[in-house]
């Protein structure tokens, strides 16, 4: 019986300015965020803003904010900017860190399942059949 090849595992990245997550938002629209809170450097009452953007929610340090991390390490999605991003509680959300900007930018999983089914369809050639 032949063996099997070794398996071959890509070398863990050092690169630490994209950071990801995944949260389901609560019904309040808070979501835990701890990991991403820490690679930002965001500590409970860090000052937020928070704009929605091309249908995601962009959240970026401010010392005039009018949103802050909570004290558990979550953070505030206004009702406003879930409503239009069409973030709905219990749905997963896609959290990424960008550290080098400061930034942190949610994905609603409406623009993920999107975004995949596009890449899965170019992979499989269908978007070549007519």
Known sequence: MAALPA???PPPTTDASLVLGMALP???GRVSAQHLLRALGWPPPHRLDIQPRDGMLVIRSASDGL???GSRGDLPLPANARHMCRIEPGQP???AA???HDLLVVHPVSTVVRLLADLHTHLTGADNEH
Do not use: F, K, S
Request: charged share 15%.
């Open 7 to 9: 398996r071959v595992c």
């Open 26 to 28: 609560a019904r309040c």
């Open 98 to 100: 960008i550290v080098a």
């Open 93 to 95: 959300v896609l959290l």
């Open 67 to 69: 949103h802050q991390v």
